[in-house]
C-alpha cells in the first residue's frame, strides 16, 4: 500500500479546491511558502486522484450563493462577530476569488503597478511574463538602484539624479562623508560637511572641496592644504582673490604665470584694452610692409581683433596707396566701423564713404577691398 501524501498538504488542496481556486495557483501557493516541490506534487496527485470531481471550478450557484451570503451578513451585520471562523474564511474565499477574476483582465503593467502600490505581491501570480513576475514577487519597488524604474519604463536618469541628491542630503545632514563617493557632487558633498563642520581636513585633499571651503570661509590658510600640488594650490587662491574682490590675495600665489593672471584680473577694461593695444602697436611698427600677402595677414590680424585705431602705425605703400588708408577703408568695409573719415586718399575715401553699395565696390573699388565682409 503506497504511502500517504504530507496530509497537511492534501488538507490544504482539498479545502481549496473545494472554494473554486485552481490546482496550479494552489500549489504556487505552497511553494511560495517554502514546502518542497515533490511533495506538493505527491500531494495533489493523491487528491486529484481520490477525489477526481474536485477538477471541476464551482458551479455558478456557489458564486450566488456567495454574494447573497455577503449580502445577509451586511444586513445583519450586528450578528456577524459571533459567526464561526469558517463561515468568516468562506467569504475572504469568494472576496478572493472575485479579485483574481479582476486581476486576470489586467495587463502585465497594471499588475505590477497594483502590487507596488500597496506593498503586496499578490497580483504577482497574474503575471504573464517571467522578467515581469520576478520582478514582482521580489518587490523591485523597494530598491534604490533604479531597477523598478526601468521595468516600468519610467524615467530612469530623473530616478538616478534623485537618488544622488537623497543621498548628498543625507549625508550632509549625518556628516557621513563616505556617502558623498555615492553621490554625483562628491567635491560639494565634502564641502558642504567641512564647511558646516568647520574643518577643512574633511575634504581630505579633494582640490574642489578645499577651494570651496576656503571660499566660503574665507580663509586663505585652507588653501595650504594643497601647498604640495601648486597648481591646485594657486587656483584655490586665485578663486579667493576674485570671489573677496582683494587684488593682494594674489600675491600668495607661487607661479608667476598664475600670479600675473591674476593680478590682471583686476585691471579695469580701460587698462586691459590699453595693454592690448600697446602689445599690437609694438608688434606692427616693427614691420616694413612691402608684400602683398604680409601686409594682407597683418592687415586681417589688426581688424580681426579690432584695432583699427593701429592701422595709424602701418608703414608702406600697396597699389599706389598708403597702406593706412588701405587699413582704415577695409576696417570699414569688413567691421562696419566709422573709420572713413580717417583716410587722406580721395578716391580711397570715396570708396570708403560709398561702402553700403555693392556694384559700387566691385566697379571702382574692388582691388582695394583685401578682406572679406
Known amino acids: 500500500m503506497a504511502k500517504r501524501p504530507n496530509p497537511d498538504l492534501v488538507k490544504y488542496i ?3 479546491l473545494e472554494k473554486g481556486f485552481e490546482i496550479k495557483n494552489i500549489k504556487r501557493k505552497l511553494a511560495e511558502v517554502g514546502h518542497p516541490i515533490e511533495a506538493i506534487e505527491e500531494a495533489a496527485q493523491y487528491v486529484l486522484r481520490e477525489k477526481p470531481l474536485l477538477r471541476k471550478k ?9 454574494i447573497i451570503l455577503i449580502l445577509a451578513i451586511s444586513v445583519f451585520a450586528y450578528y456577524i462577530w ?16 472575485e479579485t483574481n477574476q479582476s486581476y486576470k483582465s489586467m495587463a502585465d503593467i497594471q499588475l505590477l503597478k497594483l502590487a507596488a502600490s500597496g506593498n503586496d505581491i499578490k497580483p504577482c501570480d497574474f503575471v504573464e511574463s517571467h522578467n515581469y513576475y520576478y520582478a ?4 523591485y519597488w523597494l530598491r534604490e538602484d533604479c531597477s523598478w524604474e526601468q521595468v516600468i519604463g519610467a524615467d530612469v536618469v530623473k530616478c538616478r539624479w ?10 550632509v545632514s549625518t556628516g557621513n562623508v563616505t556617502l558623498c563617493s555615492q553621490t554625483y557632487w562628491t567635491s560639494d558633498c565634502l564641502a558642504s560637511i567641512a564647511v558646516k563642520s568647520n574643518d577643512v581636513s574633511v575634504c581630505k585633499g579633494d582640490t574642489g572641496c578645499v577651494t570651496n571651503f576656503s571660499v566660503t570661509k574665507k580663509d586663505k590658510n585652507a588653501c595650504s592644504v594643497l601647498s604640495s600640488r601648486i597648481f591646485d594650490h594657486d587656483g584655490c587662491i586665485y578663486s579667493l582673490a576674485l570671489s573677496m574682490d582683494d587684488k593682494h590675495i594674489c600675491d600668495d600665489i607661487i607661479s608667476v604665470g598664475r600670479k600675473i593672471s591674476c593680478n590682471r584680473d583686476f585691471e579695469t577694461k580701460e587698462e586691459t584694452a590699453a595693454r592690448v593695444n600697446e602689445y599690437y602697436a609694438e608688434q606692427i611698427a616693427k614691420i616694413k610692409i612691402t608684400d602683398y600677402e ?21 608703414n608702406g605703400e600697396y597699389l599706389g596707396v ?47 577691398i583685401i578682406l572679406p565682409r
Open 162 to 171: 534623485d537618488g544622488y541628491k537623497k543621498k548628498l542630503d543625507q549625508a
Open 136 to 139: 514582482c514577487i521580489g518587490r
Open 58 to 66: 464551482p458551479t455558478k450557484f456557489l458564486i450566488i450563493y456567495g
Open 322 to 368: 598708403s597702406m593706412v588708408d588701405l587699413c582704415y577703408l577695409n576696417a570699414a568695409y569688413s567691421k562696419n566701423v566709422s573709420t572713413c573719415g580717417s583716410i587722406n586718399d580721395s578716391k580711397v575715401k570715396d570708396c570708403c564713404l560709398n561702402k553700403g553699395s555693392a556694384s559700387y565696390i566691385k566697379d571702382n573699388c574692388a582691388e582695394y
Open 294 to 314: 604680409l601686409f594682407r595677414k597683418t592687415l586681417h590680424d589688426t581688424i580681426s581683433y579690432y584695432k583699427e585705431s593701429i592701422c595709424s602705425l602701418i
Open 82 to 97: 459571533f459567526k464561526s471562523t469558517e463561515q468568516l474564511q468562506y467569504t475572504e474565499t469568494v472576496k478572493q476569488i
Open 14 to 16: 482539498e479545502h481549496h
